[in-house]
């Protein structure tokens, strides 16, 4: 069983809205920082957005900055990532993780779930 659950991916014009899930279907949530990736055809995936066990801590990559929103509620055990003003190039699929820190460094630790297929086109 895979620890985390991502939903919510589908076929949005540009300019439109999106509401990712993750969810636990395990332990692995509380206290954890979970931080959402994405990975576009061809090319590495990448961190978009994370966020601290408690809330009060978040870091957004600079592409998506002011136009994408992650929270948590934790009674839930679950992470959303509210994403505004889409455009072509975030047009990916989207996973979500839990991160440890590991020699001073914060890494995916958990097996990658199959993730939310988001694309953006007219």
């Known amino acids: 069983q895979v620890p985390l659950v991502e939903s919510g991916g589908d076929l949005v014009q540009p300019g439109g809205s999106l509401r990712l899930s993750c969810a636990a279907s395990?332990?692995?949530?509380?206290?954890?920082?979970i931080s959402w990736y994405r990975q576009a055809p061809e090319k590495q995936r990448e961190l978009v957005a994370e966020?601290?066990?408690?809330?009060?801590?978040?870091n957004y990559a600079d592409s998506v900055k002011g136009r994408f929103t992650i929270s948590r509620d934790n009674a839930k055990k679950t992470v959303y990532l509210q994403m505004n003003s889409l455009k072509p190039e975030d047009t990916a699929v989207y996973y979500c993780?839990?991160?440890?820190?590991?020699?001073?460094?914060?890494?995916?630790?958990?097996?990658w779930g199959q993730g939310t297929q988001v694309t953006v086109s007219s």
């Open positions: 993780n839990a991160l440890i820190n590991v020699d001073g460094q914060y890494s995916a630790f958990l097996p």
């Open positions: 395990g332990s692995i949530f509380d206290g954890y920082l």
């Open positions: 966020i601290s066990s408690g809330g009060g801590i978040i």
